[in-house]
């Protein structure tokens, strides 16, 4: 016979013991595995992109050049880079006369008109904008002021505008209209549109309207905040916003013919 094998006690309860470490052990891996899968960190949102600072070169207000409406020290001074056959061009002027309108007579808010014809889309706007500036040469600011007021008025925009209403509209006004046609014809008013123009560039305007406001004490925190999320509703397709501000915080530009209670409310903003 062969010898009977024995079994020792202790061996079965180790035994379980050890295969529950091991099952635990397991279970618990397992759970922290799951876990991980239902619920992986929050993905980070990428968050609209903020306008970035900049220099927003801009030339000296100028009373004795500019076309200035309202108190040349103003505390904000809106500097308007326009295209007189640009239909929101159009409506941006009716907006800025209700803002002048307002806030104009107080001496905190001010209006700067500077040329930016852009002849690849309206090929009458460049001799229009000459138009303005012999307006001004042979009746000065107050007569600019209503030349341009007159345009806008009549001009169907998009290259709508009869060339033969620009002396009728100076004989309007109570200019010379020989005098007028001398001017024009003469060209001699065009290195005054180019100069704004080329300012236009340098001030970042890549189309009309486009304003730069331009501050007696620069912007804060709080107002700054304030501008994004007023400006927020108008983040275009690229999701860019029509707002940009100035290293210094001097200076800001709006691009677009942005509606009057936007622009009242970003005054309020910052003469509150």
């Known amino acids: 016979?062969?010898?009977?094998?024995t079994k020792n006690p202790i061996t079965i309860p180790i035994a379980i013991v050890i295969a529950g470490i091991l099952v635990a052990g397991a279970i618990f891996l397992k759970g922290n595995s799951s876990e991980d899968v239902r619920t992986p960190p929050a993905p980070k949102v990428a968050m609209p992109p903020l306008p970035s600072l900049d220099t927003i070169t801009l030339k000296p207000i100028d009373e004795k050049r500019d076309h200035i409406r309202g108190n040349p020290n103003a505390d904000i001074v809106f500097?308007?880079?326009s295209d007189t056959e640009c239909p929101f061009c159009k409506r941006f002027h009716a907006?800025?006369?209700?803002?002048?309108?307002?806030?104009?007579?107080?001496?905190?808010?001010?209006?700067?008109?500077?040329?930016?014809?852009?002849v690849q889309l309206h090929s009458k706007a460049p001799k229009e904008s000459e138009a303005l500036e012999c307006a001004a040469e042979l009746g000065g600011n107050i007569k600019f002021w209503e030349?341009?007021?007159r345009v806008f008025e009549i001009t169907p925009s998009n290259d709508g505008l009869d060339p033969s209403e620009l002396p009728r509209i100076a004989s309007e006004i109570g200019l010379n209209e020989g005098l007028f046609n001398d001017c024009l014809s003469s060209g001699r008013t065009k290195q005054l549109v180019e100069s704004d123009y080329n300012d236009g560039v340098a001030a970042g305007a890549e189309g009309t309207p486009h304003s730069v406001l331009v501050l007696k004490s620069p912007i804060g925190e709080a107002d700054t905040k304030a501008l994004l999320e007023l400006m927020e509703q108008f983040r275009d397709s690229r999701g860019e916003l029509p707002i940009?501000?100035?290293?210094?915080?001097?200076r800001f530009s709006l691009t677009g013919a942005l509606p009057y209670q936007i622009l009242k409310s970003t005054i309020d903003i910052l003469l509150k």
């Open 244 to 250: 940009n501000f100035s290293e210094d915080g001097l």
């Open 95 to 118: 907006t800025m006369q209700q803002i002048l309108a307002e806030f104009g007579k107080s001496g905190k808010v001010a209006w700067v008109y500077r040329q930016f014809p852009i």
């Open 79 to 81: 500097v308007e880079f």
């Open 147 to 149: 030349y341009i007021d």
């Open 1 to 5: 016979m062969e010898p009977t094998q």
